[in-house]
């Protein structure tokens, strides 16, 4: 029912910056929680960023605080996610993935996402 298109990856120097975005063909949720994992190789699934619908309420993991902002744009159904100072430990497959929002539900647990991503990559380089 819904496909979501991230885009915007790329190579990257340590030190450098790049906008994902994330395209939902559909809205299913009147009120959703939209994210973004990420994944290397050999490594779990980690969530990075989410962000809710009127865009009041975001969250971040701690080792991109202040580095990565999540927004998002409901009339276009996207949502970015912008990285500064990329860090080497930050190269990975990035997701999009959207749920609708349950109380007490922790952001960052994959299985609380019904939709995901194919993902884009994002090296980063030293």
């Known amino acids: 029912q819904v496909q979501l298109v991230e885009s915007g990856g790329g190579s990257v120097q340590a030190g450098g910056s790049l906008r994902l975005s994330c395209v939902a063909s559909?809205?299913?949720?009147?009120?959703?929680?939209m994210a973004w994992f990420r994944q290397a190789p050999g490594k779990e699934r980690e969530g990075v960023a989410s962000?809710?619908?009127?865009?009041?309420?975001?969250h971040y993991v701690d080792s991109v605080k202040g580095r990565f902002t999540i927004s998002q744009d409901n009339a276009k159904r996207t949502v970015y996610l912008q990285m500064n100072s990329l860090k080497p430990e930050a190269a990975a497959i990035y997701y999009c993935?959207?749920?609708?929002?349950?109380?007490?539900?922790?952001?960052?647990?994959?299985?609380?996402?019904?939709?995901w991503g194919q993902g884009t990559q994002v090296p980063v380089s030293s």
């Open positions: 993935a959207t749920s609708r929002p349950i109380f007490g539900a922790d952001w960052t647990v994959e299985y609380n996402y019904a939709y």
């Open positions: 962000i809710y619908t009127g865009g009041s309420s975001t």
């Open positions: 559909a809205w299913l949720y009147s009120y959703r929680c």
